[in-house]
């Protein structure tokens, strides 16, 4: 079945660690997206790309960064330097810039918490 | 940038009662979706709205968009329990995707 997987499901971190959240998807699709959601709020937009080797920051960019190697892929870092890191993490992808429908896909999220 | 504003923001509501959630947005944008979050979930598509004037229902759901006023209602008639869960819109700009804040709604017997 295609989806998004996302791991790991549940992460601990001590400050000052920087940690790496996985996001493959077997969609084919062409954009990805990484949103923060902190409790009782919404999502708010990290990082997206469109294309294989690039991507854009959102809302929320600093302290985060992406790499965008191959298609499937998406990893997010949380670095020490994002000063309030826990949160739930929601990876997402879409067919990319078409007509028509374009619906988000999303994974099962990460949810992250610092010690 | 893409703005894209929600209320209620919290709704309880009693069983069998009608309410209408409200999304407003920034930009030009004929592209709107709703998704439906339950508690420590993740996010699951319920209506895409292509164009303006469309309508679309499941259940006791139905959306619509006004792409002149920037607006997307989300109807909900005759509650039910079931209903109870987070509901955002989200805008598609350029694949600029941005969402609402949510609505956490909660239906009570």
């Known amino acids: 079945d295609g989806g998004i997987t996302q791991s790991p499901k549940y992460l601990f971190r001590k400050e000052g660690q920087n940690v790496t959240l996985s996001c493959e998807q077997n969609l084919n699709h062409d954009a990805m997206y990484w949103y923060r959601q902190d409790p009782g709020q919404g999502l708010r937009l990290i990082y997206y790309s469109q294309i294989v080797n690039d991507f854009q920051k959102g809302d929320i960019a600093e302290g985060y960064s992406v790499s965008r190697e191959k298609k499937e892929s998406f990893p997010l870092t949380v670095t020490s330097a994002q000063k309030n890191p826990t949160a739930f993490y929601l990876c997402?992808?879409?067919?990319?810039?078409?007509?028509?429908?374009?619906?988000?896909?999303f994974g099962a999220g990460s949810r992250l918490t610092v010690l | 940038e893409l703005k894209v504003e929600q209320n209620p923001l919290f709704l309880s509501m009693q069983e069998g009662k009608n309410y209408t959630i409200y999304c407003n947005y920034s930009?030009?944008?004929?592209?709107l979706y709703w998704y439906r979050q339950d508690p420590g979930k993740s996010l699951e598509s319920l209506f895409v709205l292509l164009s303006n004037g469309a309508v679309k229902q499941e259940g006791r759901l139905m959306a619509s968009l006004d792409t002149k006023a920037r607006l997307s209602t989300l109807h909900i008639t005759a509650a039910v329990h079931d209903l109870s869960a987070t509901y955002f819109c989200?805008?598609?700009?350029?694949?600029?995707?941005?969402f609402g804040a949510g609505t956490r709604l909660t239906v009570k017997p």
């Open positions: 997402a992808s879409k067919r990319g810039r078409t007509s028509g429908a374009n619906v988000l896909t």
């Open positions: 989200a805008v598609d700009a350029d694949d600029d995707m941005r």
């Open positions: 930009t030009t944008s004929d592209r």
